[in-house]
């Protein structure tokens, strides 16, 4: 199982837009989840958000789903940059 966090910077005057498309979005990936995504800002700078998806199995699905739905809701249109995706695993065991 793999674990995705997206970080960006959100512009400013784009926040609410931002917020109910990125919810749209975590809602719509759920199903390649073993647990439900969330949205969490930036303690320091609340225009810095991060997505976590926890529990990916099929990462090549779950990306190609998060890129059209990412394009549909036209989240890039909210923000101040790009979106950075991340993916982390459970280190195997090296015994």
């Not at 926040?15 to 199903?31: F, I, K």
């Not at 439900?36 to 990306?63: H, K, N, Q, S």
């Amino acid at each position: 199982m793999r674990d995705a966090y997206v970080y960006y910077r959100v512009a400013p005057a784009h926040a609410a837009l931002a917020a109910n498309r990125v919810d749209t979005l975590l809602q719509a990936l759920a199903s390649h989840c073993t647990h439900l995504p969330r949205r969490l800002v930036r303690c320091d700078d609340a225009m810095t958000w991060m997505e976590i998806y926890e529990g990916i199995a099929d990462w090549a699905a779950f990306t190609a789903a998060m890129q059209r739905a990412v394009h549909t809701l036209q989240i890039d249109a909210c923000l101040d940059g790009g979106r950075h995706l991340e993916c982390f695993a459970t280190p195997a065991d090296p015994a």
